[in-house]
């Protein structure tokens, strides 16, 4: 055998192996929800609550990110301060925290004896366990991916554009909303799809934070894992939806890419 033969086969071993180790599972999943009516088990109560209920946390999630996570990327992105590569780690670290640690942090954080939730309590704003809980969840672990996009797209936007744009008359809010954003419109869009992927399969600090309460905390990852041994279509169908959502985000990720290495070759 040739030796370039040889070599390509050495590669191939081990490449089809982690193919193969990242697609059975899939294929076994897919495989054994076959088996199943999905209108039918789409349709049940338990069921289609979880995914309302995910699908409007999720979509407050990425309000809130766009809110706030989009003014803090620009000053990551445009300012210099004290601390500021710590300061940046720090609001990545969710990204890496163990999700069960993020969900403690915020109970006891937002709790009833928590540092601020003791206040809150007093003023009769109850917090854990609760749908309020499962967007704070939720956004705690997710904001961090939408910040890191925005601030690389920020970072990439001219300078030279902006400060034409200031010479033009251009300058404070007009200056980002007609020049800055459009230019990092692309890498804004990647962080929001990433951001709201993750926020819809968060399951470790939703359950701490807010519990596994049907209609009003219960998300689809939590669905899953409580009706794993009651209902097995249902869990099985559960899970399909998400590993949906999350390919079709994968996928509008790549076309966004791909586009800006198209944009970047025909320059």
Do not use: N
Not at 21 to 32: A, D, M, N, S, V
Not at 161 to 174: F, K, S
């Amino acid at each position: 055998m040739p030796f370039r033969q040889r070599s390509a086969l050495l590669l191939l071993i081990p490449a089809g192996t982690a193919l193969l180790l990242i697609l059975l599972p899939l294929i076994g999943l897919i495989t054994r929800a076959a088996g199943s009516d999905a209108l039918e088990v789409l349709l049940k109560p338990v069921v289609r609550q979880a995914i309302t209920l995910s699908v409007f946390t999720s979509a407050i999630s990425v309000i809130v990110m766009l809110l706030f996570g989009m003014p803090l990327a620009y000053v990551y992105a445009r300012w210099r301060f004290p601390f500021q590569r710590l300061i940046i780690a720090l609001t990545e670290l969710p990204i890496v925290l163990p999700p069960a640690v993020a969900g403690l942090a915020l109970l006891v954080t937002f709790g009833r004896r928590g540092l601020i939730g003791a206040t809150l309590a007093d003023m009769g704003i109850s917090i854990p366990f609760t749908t309020t809980a499962v967007v704070m969840a939720q956004t705690f672990v997710a904001v961090p991916y939408f910040i890191r996009s925005a601030q690389l797209g920020f970072q990439q936007v001219p300078r030279e554009i902006e400060e034409a744009a200031r010479v033009d008359g251009a300058g404070g809010l007009t200056l980002f909303w007609r020049i800055t954003l459009p230019l990092s419109l692309r890498a804004l869009t990647v962080g929001v799809a990433f951001g709201w992927a993750r926020a819809l399969g968060e399951f470790g600090a939703t359950i701490l934070f807010a519990g596994s309460i049907s209609g009003k905390t219960q998300t689809m990852p939590l669905l899953v894992y409580t009706i794993l041994e009651s209902d097995l279509d249902a869990a099985l169908w559960t899970s399909l939806v998400l590993i949906a959502a999350a390919l079709i985000t994968l996928l509008l990720i790549q076309s966004l890419g791909q586009r800006s290495s198209d944009d970047y070759t025909s320059e």
